[in-house]
DNA sequence: GGCCCTCTTTAGGGCCTT
């Protein structure tokens, strides 16, 4: 059995659990043949595995620490010695002076290590997650009683067949359609697909994109209350399941968050936080008509870069802020014990 | 609907999505 133990100590237990079940899943299910376990070290067991207790008690940390064993390539081994550094300089000392020099010696090299450590972890991450920006247009605001018209995702990798885009014919009259343009005569078409058939092709470019054992981020503006509920109700409706190892993130929280320290002087005033304001902010060229699919998925896309390069986001911190259908189901629970849906 | 903010928390208004 070939053991692999994650760094992924940055990550709260909850998403640290969410985010390994599903590489485990899917590294099985791509390599069927060998026997792969998840192991999550604490700093007392990766002290027994170094060959005993640590003969200093003077200084104790509660970290999860991380060890990387049998996975190739230069990451693993660096990962390793900074890990073997932190052990070897913690040595008690009873002067008073010596400690405080080699107490602030030892967390300046610490928080090298772990700059080094959460670099190491960023690009491993990197390399198994997909992250795909998405829109939905729709013929209206009710997720119970409104369908998805239009439908555009596009992989922030970039590349041949990157972007995926199409109207969706929901089988009702469109009486919104003087937000996007989209009409009635444009989606009752024979070549427009309807979700049912939709879904496997959207599907097969999801998958298509998809890097072997890694997991997908479908990233959406107010993706938490409107894109993804919409994206699990037609899923429903239709009889198909979401990938488990679809993540979601919403990026309103990070334009509040962006906002919050971009614009201190602006704290008490309104600030619009959505999608064309914070287009306008970063200087973003409008592609296309604004409130179409696609065109909002360029600026997303773009918005997003901007957003995660100013909150010095890694992937690690975009696997911690997102969310899985999961989630949402709970919480629907709750919601709809207490308040009746009516359309 | 969920989240955030404030003249709040025993509440209410506004934002964000179409």
Not at 50 to 77: C, F, H, P, V, Y
Not at 119 to 137: C, G, K
Not at 195 to 200: A, E, H, S, V, Y
Not at 276 to 288: K, L, V
């Amino acid at each position: 059995m070939r053991t692999v133990a994650m760094c992924l100590s940055i990550l709260p237990r909850c998403r640290i659990h969410s985010f390994a079940s599903s590489c485990l899943e899917n590294s099985q299910r791509h390599h069927p043949g060998n026997r792969i376990s998840l192991r999550f070290l604490s700093s007392k067991t990766l002290s027994s595995l170094e060959g005993g207790e640590q003969k200093s008690k003077k200084w104790t940390r509660k970290s999860i620490m991380t060890n990387t064993e049998g996975l190739k390539g230069d990451g693993a081994s660096k990962s390793k010695i900074s890990n073997n550094i932190k052990y070897n300089l913690s040595v008690e000392t009873t002067d008073g002076l010596n400690v405080e020099k080699s107490e602030t010696r030892e967390l300046d090299i610490i928080q090298n290590c772990d700059v080094q450590q959460k670099m190491i972890e960023s690009e491993e991450l990197a390399r198994l997650v997909t992250v795909i920006s998405f829109d939905l247009e729709t013929s209206g605001l009710n997720r119970s009683c409104d369908c998805v018209i239009e439908m555009a995702m596009q992989d922030l990798a970039g590349g041949k067949n990157s972007t995926f885009q199409t109207l969706v014919n929901p089988d009702c009259v469109i009486k919104n359609s003087e937000f996007h343009g989209i009409t009635t005569d444009m989606v009752n078409q024979p070549h427009v697909p309807r979700m049912k058939d939709l879904i496997p092709i959207l599907l097969a470019y999801v998958k298509s994109r998809q890097k072997p054992g890694g997991i997908v981020l479908l990233v959406a503006h107010n993706g938490r209350n409107f894109d993804v509920p919409f994206l699990i109700n037609e899923f429903n409706r239709n009889n198909f399941d979401i990938p488990h190892d679809w993540h979601f993130l919403d990026t309103l929280p990070l334009a509040r968050e962006v906002m919050k320290s971009k614009v201190a002087e602006l704290k008490s005033a309104k600030i619009s936080l959505s999608l064309q304001s914070m287009r306008e902010y970063y200087n973003i060229a409008p592609i296309g008509s604004a409130h179409r699919a696609m065109s909002d998925v360029n600026t997303l896309s773009q918005v997003f870069q901007r957003m995660t390069f100013d909150l010095k986001l890694p992937t690690s911190g975009l696997i911690e802020r997102s969310f899985r259908q999961s989630d949402l189901v709970k919480t629907a629970k709750k919601t709809s014990q207490a308040r009746p849906k009516k359309c």
